[in-house]
C-alpha cells in the first residue's frame, strides 16, 4: 500500500475512480454481489422508469434500506479518505457508479456520479429540484412514504438512473474529461465489469498515465494496473494517514 500512497503523492492530477465495495463497507447492499440486491427480482425492478411512473410506491418501498437508510447510512472510511486527500491536494476528483450520493455528502468536490445519484431529487411534472435530506425531511421517516411536490403535487424522482433512462451526459462526459487527464487514476471497489462506466478508469493510459486498482477480487484490468492490492480499509487508513500529515 505504500507503493501507492507514493504514487498518489508523486501525481499531479490524482483522480478516484469508486464502485459498490465503497459502499458496501457503510452497510449498504451490493447490487451484483453474491448477496446482492439484484438477487431478489422484486428489487431489480425498482429501478425500472415505466414501473416507477406507474406506481412511484414501489420504488420508495424496495428504496428505504438501499437509498434512504438515512442516519444509519453515513460516508465511510474510503469516503472520508478521499475527502481528506482532497484537502491535501492530492485528489482532482471523484467519479463514481454509486447512486447513493455519499461522496456528495462526505463533501468531495467535483464528484461525478456515472449512473446518477440521490444527491438531488427533481419533481416528474415540474422539474422542481429538492436536496437529499429536503426529500427525507418530506418522506418524514414514513416507511415507503411518496415525496410530492408542493407546488404541483407531482412526485420526486431520484437523479440515479433507472432502467430505461440515458445515462446522466453531463456527469458522463465530465468523468471521460477528467480521468481522461489525469496522471493517476485509482479504482476503489470496482470490479469494472459495468459498461460504460468501466471504460473511464483506463482513458488516463493514452496519455501516459497510470492505473492502480484496489478491489477484493479479479477485474478485467488488472493486467494494465501499475498497481493492485484488495484491501479498502488498509487503502482508507493508509491515505488517511497520508493526507493527515500533509494537510
Ligand atoms: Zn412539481
Given at each position: ?5 507514493d504514487?498518489?503523492a508523486?501525481?499531479?492530477k490524482p483522480v478516484?475512480?469508486t464502485g ?7 452497510g449498504?447492499?451490493d ?9 431478489d427480482?422484486?428489487?431489480?425492478r ?16 424496495k428504496?428505504d ?15 472520508e ?8 491536494g492530492?485528489c482532482a ?15 468531495s ?8 445519484s440521490?444527491?438531488l ?5 415540474c ?5 437529499y ?16 411536490c408542493a407546488?404541483c403535487?407531482g ?5 440515479i438512473t ?5 445515462l446522466p ?24 465489469v459495468?459498461h460504460?462506466a468501466?471504460?473511464?478508469p483506463p ?16 477485474t478485467?484490468l ?5 498497481f ?12 488517511s494517514a ?6
Amino acid at each position: 500500500m505504500k507503493k501507492l500512497i507514493d504514487m498518489i503523492a508523486a501525481a499531479r492530477k490524482p483522480v478516484f475512480f469508486t464502485g459498490a465495495g465503497v459502499s458496501t463497507l457503510c452497510g449498504i447492499p451490493d447490487f451484483r454481489g453474491p448477496s446482492g440486491v439484484y438477487r431478489d427480482p422484486d428489487a431489480a425492478r425498482m429501478f425500472e422508469i415505466d414501473l416507477f411512473d406507474a406506481d412511484p410506491s414501489f420504488f420508495y418501498r424496495k428504496a428505504d434500506a438501499l437509498v434512504y437508510g438515512g442516519d444509519d447510512v453515513k460516508p465511510g472510511p474510503v469516503h472520508e479518505a478521499l475527502v481528506a486527500l482532497q484537502r491535501a491536494g492530492k485528489c482532482a476528483g471523484v467519479v463514481t457508479q454509486n447512486i447513493d450520493g455519499l461522496h456528495e455528502r462526505a463533501g468531495s468536490s467535483p464528484v461525478f456520479a456515472v449512473h446518477g445519484s440521490a444527491a438531488l431529487h427533481h419533481c416528474r411534472r415540474c422539474g422542481d429540484e429538492k436536496t437529499y435530506d429536503e426529500i427525507r425531511a418530506i418522506r418524514g421517516g414514513v416507511p415507503g412514504a411518496v415525496p410530492r411536490c408542493a407546488r404541483c403535487g407531482g412526485v420526486y424522482k431520484p437523479d440515479i438512473t433507472f432502467f430505461g433512462e440515458a445515462l446522466p451526459e453531463k456527469a458522463f462526459s465530465g468523468a471521460v474529461a477528467l480521468a481522461g487527464s489525469a496522471d493517476l487514476v485509482v479504482v476503489l471497489g470496482s470490479s469494472l465489469v459495468v459498461h460504460p462506466a468501466a471504460a473511464i478508469p483506463p482513458l488516463c493510459l493514452r496519455s501516459g498515465g497510470a492505473l492502480a486498482i484496489v478491489n477484493r477480487g479479479e477485474t478485467p484490468l488488472d493486467g494494465l494496473a501499475s498497481f493492485r492490492a484488495d484491501d479498502l480499509e488498509e487503502f482508507a487508513a493508509a491515505a488517511s494517514a497520508f493526507a493527515a500529515a500533509n494537510g
